[in-house]
């Protein structure tokens, strides 16, 4: 390497941070001051100085490619409802070194155990309420402190399990604690999927890093919460408010990385005192619950009645000692505000020692010398309810940054501090350091804060070996939140050491494995993807009616033919109104099937997922462009092809687990349905010229009719091919022959048992239709089939999704 | 006194749910001032599990499972309950004004704390106009106890007892801008008012006698389960009992059931069914005093 080299570097790296201006009076994650790098971001961002504009906009393009292949967003709220977005990712990580990173991380587990002990405490003894450390009217009056569960002891022995932290760093270099995330924090599989996402972007850089991995943190995790099972039976399960919170992607997406089933909570029942969830083979045991709402919702009969997502007597089996809470509930009383005032006191009774690391700094105005001080000195103060959860940043109506006032509106402030002292904190306007993010082509200086992770095992308290950082749009630090437009990077913790490679597993790649069995469907996952294949083939069905409907309009025009006015009322019967080119009752049926597929995310394939809510996008886009005739046949055929995309996918790629079966299964009996009636309506000798043609052709069979027969299209080679014969995959028969395969497959293990009543309705139709011929299947008889296809769902539902 | 004592709440489905789980207080406490000297809860059809325990409050509870379909379902306790006067001293109650520094003193959360009681809880929310109501009635130099004592009887002469007016669900705000309701609104709504001039209140769910004695007239609220108001009078006194709807202080004419900071704390029955469509409920309420002169009952 010559000298030439390094100064062209040199000059690289000049022009690529020509832009970067740390603000005065802040630190800096990457400078550290006189324009020097710190040493462990050196290499990194050598790397990215020397490439070309287009390399790193590939490498950016590479990140977000996966991103959005893997579906991972975020719900935005807006005025009027809330939206999908596509993930915030700012490409650039942030980079720690290892070294720094052991003082954080043993502050952090030294904190941990700290809250640990005040919660034991809260929920206990209330010693630090008698002793003056905590004032009794901020437990009291708290609203996550719950009366109800006072005095439980949890089964575990801890009542803290998994936890975050939000850390920032001060001007003078060290780390600061923010906030505490005790109730049932977020996040981690975001920083899971930010790590996928850079490894991708530095896929050349990131194995010779020295990067600490991820995967053995949450392994860990897994192996902990496993391990505090009642026995092997039991299960593991996160409990999920559902599809519309902001963070349900990340719980389906932990639950599938971790292996555990995602549930709500009426999927759970209490049968004596042990929870179970109904799955497709009976009731389960749950014995360990990982929450992600909030304690209050979890039981009606304890807690807010009004709550539809909870379980009742989930209390009760916390109180009976036959389950573990992960973390208990009533935790989030750890997270207000207010407590921040106290933990250091707290620290020194408990702990004997101040804070490792501190937290911010915090006066509780219900108190007169913390009071007279934070009216004394508004300007560097953000002045907030006391009980409030959210963290200082998280500038709100009833937050009020003391610098920020207008002249004379701070009397009017220390006059609320003097009224309502007790329900207020002053928290200090604490400035943040700052990250380097790529904003408009070029490395600008942004502030940020990094979420941190905990999690409880056998050992002790371990801490993620890296988390999430919100980095800011603008300089404002109180724009870091992602629904006010910031976003999030990764942060990397860099070791001076080569760092091993890991998976979830753990296993050594040197050829063993181990085969786990089968997941237990729950009833309602099972449900769902019934009814997502019920849906997309109706939604099918539909289509292919309408291509049809509109191949007659535009060829006949305005001449109405018998068979466009049957089509019209045939279709009139699926809720569809043929003057609209793509009718709002196919929307619907979209609609309804990503409403199936998003309630099983966990379970169903990204690719799949793209698929299906890119038909249902391409459906709605057409709504406001597609006309009458020629132009709504083409769009109908479209459609048609991104369904078979979608069959392809689920076909080709799913893997034949329980959940495909039932999947299959509401297919199989939706177009065997569909087929029946359709030959019913339009099979029959009575019914309208062209009949028979529609037939075939909605049954996509014209082909293999022209092949078969050496004559036009009769009652009886309709019936033949459409209804009876094996080899047709539209045919009634090999549909019915579908359905069968699946449904023994799900009860198998139940061999001498006898037939389920599913079972039994589907052999005799199968029976039925293997003996029959043509002549036989009259317009009434296939009315019949279409009514024993409706029995064999209803039997299908009773019997699994009960 | 002694009292026979029966309560029975009962519901019927419309449409028949397969899995019920209830969380009844319907037993009566037990208490320097009164005791249960036998009592049962039963439920119709019979449950499939039971757990009996005691609250934060000290409230005892019965928590019943029903795995079964069923379109009726009914609870009922029937007992014999002694009761005498809570409190016939003197008004020791702290001054009104002290009461703010006597509160601050008190460093514990156990369930008495007056901590739990001073701000908003899930039914009570803290209301303006409420407080302005309840400081327009009391003036500083009161004892807390006359304050209680004056916005009970406010209250009483505002209100008309119409149990048109209002449901179970009804926020005290609404009661108390029509000033009608029954005994669970004057209670919430005086709840309000104290806490909203400082000084702790908590709820008490009860029964009242059925029948006055002869020559008196007949109490409101006796054909339901009754509630009432205790607040807290400084460290001398503690608790004290207040019945708005009647404006009296409460006695041995009241039983009490169950404590707790707003009716969320204590309905006497708290459900929850997994099925769709309306139901029907019905309570029904007996409270006898027994003659102890007579040889027989």
Same mark, same amino acid.
């Given at each position: 390497?010559?000298?030439?080299?390094?100064?062209?570097?040199?000059?690289?790296?000049?022009?690529?941070?020509? $832009?970067?201006?740390?603000?005065?009076?802040?630190?800096?994650?990457?400078?550290?001051?006189?324009?020097?790098?710190?040493?462990?971001?050196?290499?990194?961002?050598?790397?990215?100085?020397?490439?070309?504009?287009?390399?790193?906009?590939?490498?950016?393009?590479?990140?977000?490619?996966?991103?959005?292949?893997?579906?991972?967003?975020?719900?935005?709220?807006?005025?009027?409802?809330?939206?999908?977005?596509?993930?915030?990712?700012?490409?650039?990580?942030?980079?720690?070194?290892?070294?720094?990173?052991?003082?954080?991380?043993?502050?952090?587990?030294?904190?941990?155990?700290?809250?640990?002990?005040?919660?034991?405490?809260?929920?206990?003894?209330?010693?630090?309420?008698? +002793?003056?450390? @905590?004032?009794?009217?901020?437990?009291?009056?708290?609203?996550?402190?719950?009366?109800?569960?006072?005095?439980?002891?949890?089964?575990?022995?801890?009542?803290?399990?998994?936890? %975050?932290?939000?850390?920032?760093?001060?001007?003078?270099?060290?780390?600061?604690?923010?906030?505490?995330?005790?109730?049932?924090?977020?996040?981690?599989?975001?920083?899971?999927?930010?790590?996928?996402?850079?490894?991708?972007?530095?896929? +050349?850089?990131?194995?010779?890093?020295?990067?600490?991995?991820?995967?053995?943190?949450?392994?860990?995790?897994?192996?902990?919460?496993?391990?505090?099972?009642?026995?092997?039976?039991?299960?593991?399960?996160?409990?999920?408010?559902?599809?519309?919170?902001?963070?349900?992607?990340?719980?389906?997406?932990?639950?599938?990385?971790?292996?555990?089933?995602?549930?709500?909570?009426?999927?759970?029942?209490?049968?004596?005192?042990?929870?179970?969830?109904?799955?497709?083979?009976?009731?389960?045991?749950?014995?360990?619950?990982?929450?992600?709402?909030?304690?209050?919702?979890?039981?009606?009969?304890?807690?807010? +009645?009004?709550?539809?997502?909870?379980?009742?007597?989930?209390?009760?089996?916390?109180?009976?000692?036959?389950?573990?809470?992960?973390?208990?509930?009533?935790?989030?009383?750890?997270?207000?505000?207010?407590?921040?005032?106290?933990?250091?006191?707290?620290?020194?009774?408990? @702990?004997?020692?101040?804070?490792?690391?501190?937290?911010?700094?915090?006066?509780?105005?219900?108190?007169?010398?913390?009071?007279?001080?934070?009216?004394?000195?508004?300007?560097?103060?953000?002045?907030?309810?006391?009980?409030?959860?959210?963290?200082?940043?998280?500038?709100?109506?009833?937050?009020?940054?003391?610098?920020?006032?207008?002249?004379?509106?701070?009397? %009017?402030?220390?006059?609320?501090?003097?009224?309502?002292?007790?329900?207020?904190?002053?928290?200090?306007?604490?400035?943040?350091?700052?990250?380097?993010?790529?904003?408009?082509?070029?490395?600008?200086?942004?502030?940020?804060?990094?979420?941190?992770?905990?999690?409880?095992?056998?050992?002790?308290?371990?801490?993620?070996?890296?988390?999430?950082? /919100?980095?800011?749009?603008?300089?404002?630090?109180?724009?870091?939140?992602?629904?006010?437009?910031?976003?999030?990077?990764?942060?990397?913790?860099?070791?001076?050491?080569?760092?091993?490679?890991?998976?979830?597993?753990?296993?050594?790649?040197?050829?063993?494995?181990?085969?786990?069995?089968?997941?237990?469907?729950?009833?309602?996952?099972?449900?769902?993807?019934?009814?997502?294949? /019920?849906?997309?083939?109706?939604?099918?069905?539909?289509?292919?009616? @309408?291509?049809?409907?509109?191949?007659?309009?535009?060829?006949?025009?305005?001449?109405?033919?018998?068979?466009?006015?049957?089509?019209?009322?045939?279709?009139?019967?699926?809720?569809?109104?043929?003057?609209?080119?793509?009718?709002? %009752?196919?929307?619907?049926?979209?609609?309804?099937?990503?409403?199936?597929?998003?309630?099983?995310?966990? /379970?169903?394939?990204? +690719?799949?997922?793209?698929?299906?809510?890119?038909?249902?996008?391409?459906?709605?886009?057409?709504?406001?462009?597609?006309?009458?005739?020629?132009?709504?046949?083409?769009?109908?055929?479209?459609?048609?092809?991104?369904?078979?995309?979608?069959?392809?996918?689920?076909?080709?790629?799913?893997?034949?687990?329980?959940?495909?079966?039932?999947?299959?299964?509401?297919?199989?009996?939706?177009?065997?349905?569909?087929?029946?009636?359709?030959?019913? #309506?339009?099979?029959?000798?009575?019914?309208?010229?062209?009949?028979?043609?529609?037939? #075939?052709?909605?049954?996509?069979?014209?082909?293999?009719?022209?092949?078969?027969?050496?004559?036009?299209?009769?009652?009886?080679?309709?019936?033949?091919?459409?209804?009876?014969?094996?080899?047709?995959?539209?045919?009634?028969?090999?549909? #019915?022959?579908?359905?069968?395969?699946?449904?023994?497959?799900?009860?198998?293990?139940?061999?001498?048992?006898?037939?389920?009543?599913?079972?039994?309705?589907?052999?005799?139709?199968?029976?039925?239709?293997? #003996?029959?011929?043509?002549? $036989?299947?009259?317009?009434?008889?296939?009315?019949?089939?279409?009514?024993?296809?409706?029995?064999?769902?209803?039997?299908?539902?009773?019997?699994?999704?009960? | 006194?002694?009292?026979?004592?029966?309560?029975?709440?009962?519901?019927?489905?419309?449409?028949?749910?397969?899995?019920?789980?209830?969380?009844?207080?319907?037993?009566?406490?037990?208490?320097?001032?009164?005791?249960?000297?036998?009592?049962?809860?039963?439920?119709?059809?019979?449950?499939?599990?039971?757990?009996?325990?005691?609250?934060?409050? &000290?409230?005892?509870?019965?928590?019943?499972?029903?795995?079964?379909?069923?379109?009726?379902?009914?609870?009922?306790?029937?007992?014999?309950?002694?009761?005498?006067?809570?409190?016939?001293?003197?008004?020791?109650?702290?001054?009104?004004?002290?009461?703010?520094?006597?509160?601050?003193?008190?460093?514990?959360?156990?369930?008495?704390?007056?901590?739990?009681?001073?701000?908003?809880?899930?039914?009570?929310?803290?209301?303006?106009?409420?407080?302005?109501?309840?400081?327009?009635?009391?003036?500083?130099?009161?004892?807390?106890?006359?304050?209680?004592?004056?916005?009970?009887?406010?209250?009483?002469?505002?209100?008309?007892?119409?149990?048109?007016?209002?449901?179970?669900?009804?926020?005290?705000?609404?009661?108390?801008?029509?000033?009608?309701?029954?005994?669970?609104?004057?209670?919430?709504?005086?709840?309000?008012?104290?806490?909203?001039?400082?000084?702790?209140?908590?709820?008490?769910?009860?029964?009242?006698?059925?029948?006055?004695?002869?020559?008196?007239?007949?109490?409101?609220?006796?054909?339901?389960?009754?509630?009432?108001?205790?607040?807290?009078?400084?460290?001398?006194?503690?608790?004290?009992?207040?019945?708005?709807?009647?404006?009296?202080?409460?006695?041995?004419?009241?039983?009490?059931?169950?404590? &707790?900071?707003?009716?969320?704390?204590?309905?006497?029955?708290?459900?929850?069914?997994?099925?769709?469509?309306?139901?029907?409920?019905?309570?029904?309420?007996?409270?006898?005093?027994?003659?102890?002169?007579?040889?027989?009952?």
């Amino acid at each position: 390497m010559g000298q030439r080299e390094t100064t062209m570097q040199d000059e690289d790296l000049a022009r690529f941070l020509a $832009n970067y201006r740390p603000p005065a009076g802040v630190a800096d994650e990457l400078m550290q001051g006189e324009g020097r790098l710190r040493p462990v971001w050196a290499e990194f961002i050598r790397r990215l100085a020397v490439e070309p504009p287009q390399a790193l906009a590939q490498r950016f393009a590479a990140g977000n490619q996966y991103l959005g292949d893997a579906g991972v967003f975020f719900r935005q709220h807006t005025a009027t409802g809330s939206t999908e977005s596509g993930w915030p990712l700012s490409h650039i990580p942030v980079l720690i070194s290892q070294e720094e990173w052991a003082g954080v991380s043993a502050g952090l587990v030294e904190r941990a155990d700290l809250l640990e002990q005040v919660m034991a405490d809260l929920y206990g003894p209330a010693n630090l309420v008698r +002793d003056g450390k @905590l004032p009794a009217e901020l437990v009291a009056q708290n609203p996550e402190w719950l009366h109800q569960m006072v005095g439980l002891k949890p089964k575990s022995g801890h009542f803290l399990h998994h936890l %975050a932290f939000e850390i920032g760093r001060s001007p003078d270099g060290s780390w600061f604690v923010l906030g505490d995330r005790t109730q049932a924090p977020s996040g981690a599989g975001f920083a899971l999927e930010n790590r996928m996402a850079t490894t991708r972007m530095f896929s +050349d850089f990131h194995p010779s890093a020295n990067v600490e991995r991820l995967a053995g943190f949450f392994r860990g995790f897994r192996d902990a919460l496993n391990g505090l099972r009642e026995n092997r039976d039991g299960r593991v399960a996160i409990l999920t408010p559902g599809l519309h919170t902001d963070t349900y992607f990340e719980h389906a997406y932990i639950a599938r990385y971790l292996g555990f089933m995602l549930l709500e909570g009426a999927e759970l029942r209490t049968d004596g005192d042990r929870m179970s969830v109904q799955t497709t083979h009976g009731p389960v045991p749950v014995d360990v619950l990982w929450r992600r709402l909030d304690s209050r919702s979890t039981d009606p009969l304890e807690f807010d +009645d009004a709550s539809a997502i909870g379980t009742p007597g989930l209390a009760a089996a916390l109180r009976a000692g036959q389950m573990t809470m992960v973390n208990a509930l009533g935790s989030g009383v750890l997270e207000s505000r207010a407590f921040m005032a106290f933990m250091p006191q707290i620290a020194r009774h408990l @702990l004997g020692k101040p804070l490792s690391i501190p937290n911010i700094a915090t006066w509780w105005c219900g108190q007169p010398k913390e009071r007279a001080y934070v009216r004394d000195n508004l300007e560097r103060m953000l002045i907030g309810p006391a009980q409030s959860t959210r963290l200082p940043f998280d500038i709100d109506a009833s937050t009020t940054l003391g610098g920020n006032l207008r002249e004379n509106a701070d009397q %009017a402030v220390r006059a609320w501090i003097d009224r309502d002292g007790a329900t207020l904190v002053g928290q200090e306007a604490v400035t943040l350091s700052t990250t380097p993010a790529m904003i408009d082509g070029t490395l600008a200086a942004r502030p940020m804060v990094v979420r941190v992770f905990a999690a409880r095992t056998p050992n002790g308290w371990t801490i993620m070996p890296g988390g999430y950082a /919100r980095i800011g749009r603008t300089s404002d630090p109180t724009a870091l939140g992602m629904q006010s437009g910031g976003s999030v990077a990764d942060v990397w913790i860099v070791s001076d050491k080569p760092v091993a490679p890991d998976t979830l597993t753990g296993d050594l790649d040197d050829g063993t494995f181990s085969r786990r069995l089968p997941a237990l469907l729950p009833a309602r996952a099972a449900d769902n993807l019934f009814w997502l294949g /019920r849906y997309a083939e109706r939604a099918e069905t539909v289509v292919r009616l @309408l291509r049809a409907y509109h191949l007659r309009q535009s060829e006949y025009g305005g001449d109405k033919l018998l068979i466009s006015e049957a089509l019209e009322s045939y279709l009139e019967s699926f809720g569809v109104d043929t003057g609209e080119p793509v009718p709002v %009752a196919l929307m619907q049926l979209f609609d309804a099937a990503c409403g199936c597929a998003g309630m099983v995310r966990d /379970r169903f394939s990204p +690719d799949g997922w793209m698929a299906l809510t890119d038909l249902s996008k391409t459906a709605h886009d057409m709504a406001s462009q597609v006309t009458a005739g020629n132009d709504a046949a083409r769009a109908m055929s479209d459609l048609l092809r991104k369904i078979a995309g979608f069959h392809g996918l689920v076909h080709e790629n799913m893997f034949r687990f329980d959940g495909w079966r039932f999947l299959t299964l509401g297919a199989a009996i939706e177009r065997s349905g569909q087929m029946a009636r359709l030959l019913s #309506v339009f099979g029959e000798k009575t019914g309208p010229v062209g009949g028979y043609d529609l037939a #075939v052709e909605v049954g996509d069979s014209v082909m293999t009719h022209r092949r078969r027969y050496s004559v036009a299209t009769n009652r009886n080679t309709v019936i033949d091919l459409l209804a009876l014969d094996g080899d047709n995959p539209r045919s009634l028969l090999f549909q #019915v022959d579908r359905i069968k395969q699946a449904e023994e497959r799900l009860s198998r293990g139940q061999v001498n048992r006898p037939l389920g009543d599913a079972a039994r309705k589907i052999l005799a139709l199968r029976t039925a239709l293997a #003996v029959a011929r043509p002549s $036989n299947l009259t317009a009434a008889r296939l009315d019949e089939i279409h009514q024993e296809l409706i029995e064999i769902s209803n039997a299908v539902s009773q019997q699994y999704f009960g | 006194m002694l009292y026979n004592v029966k309560l029975r709440i009962s519901y019927t489905y419309e449409t028949s749910a397969d899995s019920h789980r209830t969380l009844l207080r319907m037993l009566p406490r037990t208490l320097p001032y009164q005791s249960l000297i036998q009592g049962v809860i039963e439920a119709d059809p019979l449950p499939s599990r039971r757990r009996d325990g005691v609250d934060f409050f &000290g409230n005892p509870t019965t928590d019943l499972s029903h795995d079964m379909a069923l379109s009726q379902l009914s609870f009922q306790f029937r007992g014999r309950v002694r009761r005498s006067e809570p409190f016939a001293g003197l008004d020791l109650s702290s001054k009104f004004f002290d009461l703010p520094r006597d509160i601050a003193a008190y460093r514990d959360i156990g369930p008495d704390s007056p901590h739990h009681f001073i701000a908003a809880s899930p039914r009570v929310p803290m209301e303006k106009e409420i407080t302005a109501f309840a400081r327009s009635v009391v003036n500083e130099n009161m004892s807390t106890l006359t304050a209680a004592r004056a916005l009970s009887t406010a209250l009483h002469d505002t209100f008309d007892f119409d149990p048109t007016a209002t449901d179970v669900s009804t926020p005290p705000i609404e009661a108390f801008r029509n000033r009608r309701g029954v005994c669970q609104d004057i209670t919430h709504v005086m709840i309000a008012g104290l806490r909203g001039i400082g000084i702790p209140a908590g709820y008490v769910s009860g029964f009242l006698r059925t029948v006055p004695p002869e020559g008196q007239a007949r109490l409101e609220g006796a054909d339901a389960m009754h509630a009432w108001v205790r607040c807290w009078c400084g460290p001398e006194i503690g608790w004290f009992e207040v019945d708005p709807t009647n404006a009296i202080d409460v006695g041995t004419d009241h039983i009490t059931v169950a404590f &707790g900071r707003d009716y969320s704390d204590v309905a006497p029955a708290k459900g929850s069914l997994r099925s769709q469509g309306s139901h029907k409920t019905s309570h029904v309420v007996d409270v006898v005093p027994v003659d102890e002169t007579a040889s027989r009952i």
